[in-house]
């Protein structure tokens, strides 16, 4: 078990080194001096110009870059951004935001897709479930954008339950209505995943077994069908929370969340690579541990998957 | 543009709604008593994050700049339409434009009790100044007797021809400035300048204190100024991403004394949740709208709307270089192009009214600006004048199809929408194919024409710095200027310039730089578009707002409720 963990996280270390240096690379062949886009028809001196480049390492061949780039995330030392801020404070300042968003969407889409999924599953073809399937259909067809918009004016605007935008000094209370927006698409999947699963597995074998034995039906339902059920729940939800991490691009955007998602949309648009790279670097080892979790629950769901050593 | 139609339906609903819960407050208060001004009400205002320290001579962007303005006072400050007016200067006097006198208020101080004098601002200005310092607005200071000494830089070229300029000033200090004593600050000019005293109100002129240049980085966190506002903390008011907050500076003495208790600015990165935020009284100013409300923002926002001209105007260059737009033939083709721009049409439906057609190359706003300069009739929209200006063309030199006319834009921020009406009018009028020349960030442009490699047209564009026309002319046009990257040049037109400032009345000056002017109708070295209008937005919780003549809002103007 032990070794598998070290074996998994070693493998960290190549999927890093690809992942940062196609990003980086990307960013520098994106067209444009970034250092004269920051200012406008009006240029400063060019030595002030010159100066920033040489700040950046900007007048230095890629590879050059990249090399500096790795020395200084392996000194801990990750500079400054194109406004002069420190990095590894912007990291600290976003993550936490964007953490407290995923954990929220990922709650409710989580807690409620496998409640109304177990209920479904358990009364198919019942009323409950038509209308559920059919409601989580609509979620599933209507982007993301429309809702948040929908919601946005619908709750921020006219009922005024809450605030429109997050903005600074974001609470759990104010992220709810974007974790609610960002969660329910996936809620919908996550219905459907148990709902399906549910329902194969009412017909499995030790089911009927356990019902024989004159197990009591909570007991049945719990620790029989549901807990099986959750296999390809659990995958889904591991391989989303990486993506709620690297930062709901349009959710956030919708409803101002200074987190991940929005720095990086402002970081792709000033073309500031150690930004974006130090970034990804971080969702990397998220997106790593995510799917580590995810294995690791599997022998906990279902104790024949053991680990070869 | 992908969610205009149904971000339309919702803002119109959005609208409607307003308008009945609007109602409903009202009905307790027959006759609509206006709320009185509360004096301590801090309001929220629409900003993003400012991209360099708050330092006055290093912020050259909007989002900085407006925070700094409200930290800082300086010599002179501008009325609504431009007027400068005396702030911290008692006076300022010149009997040749060259050397000029100027008196600093007795008992100002920064809000931290450092006094500030006359020797603050030699200080400040040589820090400005200095290239070693490298801030972004030094070269503001170039009038100033001895500071080709402070900005020198050495030039090296590398191996592949690359050129890199170093920061090698041969003086730390401008002879030109000396001040007198406490109150006396004397300043010599490398040449008379008439309009030099206009610019004193502009951001890179105000006094730092000592702490400022001890450690500009740490201190552009935590400025302390002496302006209408401070910082609401002593540390920790600018958050990143998030906000800056300013209170009300109690002892500021001045002409833009505030009328409400303090200014938040949120950041956002986009306007859209911006103006949702406005309509749910959750923001309560806002001078940046998503494009797709400036259809609907007069109806969404009945009486708490405003739109102003501004000093900001765009051009379509025509880069001399290129061999289609030389000589004679060149000449009678800038002329077409004009001609062919239905100008009227294009602000009125490509920008709803957000600009006004030009009348010469500086906006209206401007003290001194003329609509009648000779020449300026090239301006107006005449099909079969431009139609048979471009066959006279061709008649001299057909024209080099290896060069298209293409006009070089970045497609963000509705610049593509009014390009492709302009390409459409020159492919109507005048029967040759035009486009956008596409780029997806400004930076590309740019890039282009700092090298000089356009294939033909760019749109440019300028916003005044300081209310003055030699502003909107010397930096663009004269002869090596600093943002002239198509590398226009007419020594008359430069001449004319130099005439200008250095006539002893504002008169004279306007007078030849409208001179000036004419030769630019003459030489058409780029196309005058149109000149901005400014539209901004307020909350429920906000009385009246207003803008300035550069489209900035005046924040310490604005009354709440």
Known sequence: ?309 | MRHSRISKALGAAAALALAVSACAPGGGTPGGTEAPVDPNKVISAYSNEPQNPLLPANTNEVYGGRVVELLFEGLRAYDPNGKPVNALAESIETTDSQHWTIKVKQGATFTNGEAITAKTFVDSWNFAALSTNLQNNSFFFESIEGYPEVSAVTKTTDAEGKTTSTPAPTAQTMSGLVAKDDQTLEVTLLQPEADWSLRLGYSAFYPLPSAALADPKAYGENPVGNGPYMMAKETGSWVHDQSISLVKNPDYEGPRKAKNGGVTFKFYTDPGPAYTDLQADNLDVSDVLPSNALKTYTTDFPDRNATKPTATNSTLNIPGYNPNFQGEAGKLRRQALSHAINREEIAKVVFNGTRTPAKAYVPPVIEGFKADVPGSEVLTYDPAKAKDLWAQAEAIQPYDASKPILIASNTDGGNKEWVDAVSNNFKNNLGIQAEIQPFAKFAEVLDLRKTQSLVSLTRAGWQGDYPSMYNFLGPVWATDASSNYEKYSNPEFDRLLREGLTSDTTEGANAKFNQAQEILFEDLPGLPLWDQNRAIVWSNNVIKAETGWNGAIRYFDIEAK
């Not at chain 1, 990750?78 to 968003?101: K, S, Y």
């Not at chain 1, 039906?217 to 729940?233: G, K, T």
């Not at chain 1, 969340?257 to 970081?267: H, I, R, S, T």
Request: aromatic letters at 10%; charged letters at 10%.
């Open chain 1, 1 to 309: 078990m032990i070794r598998y963990i070290v074996r998994r996280l070693l493998q960290v270390i190549p999927v890093f080194l690809g992942t940062t240096l196609l990003v980086y690379f990307m960013v520098f062949a994106l067209p444009g001096d970034p250092i004269a886009a920051l200012f406008g028809d009006r240029q400063p001196p060019q030595s002030v110009i010159d100066a920033l480049r040489a700040q950046y390492n900007l007048d230095q061949p890629f590879i050059v870059q990249y090399g500096i780039f790795l020395k200084n995330l392996f000194t801990l030392n990750l500079g400054v951004d194109f406004t002069q801020q420190p990095i590894a404070a912007t990291l600290a300042r976003i993550f936490p935001v964007t953490a407290m968003l995923a954990v929220e969407a990922l709650a409710i889409q989580a807690i409620f897709g496998v409640a109304f999924g177990l209920v479904a599953g358990l009364r198919r073809g019942k009323l409950f479930d038509s209308t559920v399937l059919v409601a989580s259909l609509v979620v599933i067809a209507v982007p993301t954008f429309v809702l948040g918009f929908v919601f946005q004016l619908v709750f921020g605007v006219y009922l005024g339950w809450a605030k429109p935008t997050v903005g600074a000094q974001a609470g759990w209370g104010d992220l709810l209505l974007p974790a609610v927006v960002l969660g329910l698409v996936s809620f919908a999947y996550v219905l459907r995943l148990t709902r399906a699963s549910v329902t194969e597995n009412m017909n499995a074998d030790y089911v009927r077994t356990a019902t024989a034995k004159g197990l009591s039906r909570p007991r049945v339902v719990l620790a029989h069908i549901l807990r099986n059920s959750m296999i390809p729940v659990v995958t889904y939800l591991g391989a989303n929370l990486g993506g709620l991490m690297g930062g709901a691009i349009v959710t956030e955007g919708i409803f101002n969340v200074p987190g991940v998602g929005n720095k990086l949309y402002q970081a792709t648009l000033r073309g500031e690579g150690p930004t974006i790279v130090a970034i990804v670097s971080i969702l990397v080892l998220v997106f790593v541990l995510a799917n580590l979790l995810v294995d690791l629950l599997y022998a906990w769901l279902d104790p024949r998957i053991r680990y070869e050593a």
